[in-house]
T-cell receptor, first 113, second 111 residues
Framework: DAGVIQSPRHEVTEMGQEVTLRCKPI?????LFWYRQTMMRGLELLIY????????DSGMPEDRFSAKMPNASFSTLKIQPSEPRDSAVYFC???????????FGPGTRLTVL | QQQVKQSPQSLIVQKGGISIINCAYE??????FPWYQQFPGKGPALLIA?????SEKKEGRFTISFNKSAKQFSLHIMDSQPGDSATYFC??????????FGAGTTVTVRA
């Protein structure tokens, strides 16, 4: 069984560059979440989608962050322009309507120099 | 802003010992109380969860105790094993999909 797939696993970029993180949820899941994990702030929910529609983006830090879900099997989180304080591990998770368990991907470790 | 307070930040336990992690919450709308386990380099994974209509749930060596009046719930790891060394998060939520993660507890089990 394929779990949540994220790419790339590691990304190193320079300040000011555009960064795109990718996620493929578990097949059949209709909820998709993007989280950010840092030592200072812990695990934070950034945004979540239901049936490809953004439901709550109140956790998105600022306009430099955007997320899309063009279809049920693919989502992107984009940071433009990136800043050193965006360095973190970004997780994607998915679940099925009515299921409380969220299934997390392996994460993308982003380093902005 | 902080809805969930988790303690301790870290703990060290001998193999075979008991690990206890606590979580206090403010939001009375929470109706699902899970614990997630995270190993280094991996995403969190659900370990065990409880609904507020029961006070305790046991799954193998892992037990959740829930105290609704005190707005607290705890994770007990019995007979701790080196493979239990990980970071544990409480992550309660109301009747939607927004988990509120605690700060995490790093558990180290000494062989």
């Amino acid at each position: 069984d394929a779990g949540v797939i994220q790419s790339p696993r590691h990304e190193v970029t320079e300040m000011g560059q555009e960064v795109t993180l990718r996620c493929k949820p578990i097949s059949g899941h209709d909820y998709l979440f993007w989280y950010r994990q840092t030592m200072m702030r812990g695990l934070e929910l950034l945004i979540y989608f239901n049936n490809n529609v953004p439901i709550d983006d109140s956790g998105m830090p600022e306009d430099r962050f955007s997320a899309k879900m063009p279809n049920a099997s693919f989502s992107t989180l984009k940071i433009q322009p990136s800043e050193p304080r965006d360095s973190a591990v970004y997780f994607c998770a998915s679940t099925l309507w009515g299921d409380n368990e969220q299934f997390f991907g392996p994460g993308t470790r982003l380093t902005v120099l | 802003q902080q809805q969930v307070k988790q303690s301790p930040q870290s703990l060290i336990v001998q193999k075979g010992g008991i690990s206890i992690i606590n979580c206090a919450y403010e939001n009375t709308a929470f109706d699902y109380f899970p614990w997630y386990q995270q190993f280094p380099g991996k995403g969190p994974a659900l370990l065990i969860a409880i609904r507020p209509d029961v006070s305790e749930k046991k799954e193998g060596r892992f037990t959740i105790s829930f105290n609704k009046s005190a707005k607290q719930f705890s994770l007990h790891i019995m007979d701790s094993q080196p493979g239990d060394s990980a970071t544990y998060f409480c992550a309660p939520k109301p009747n939607d999909y927004k988990l509120s993660f605690g700060a995490g507890t790093t558990v180290t089990v000494r062989a």
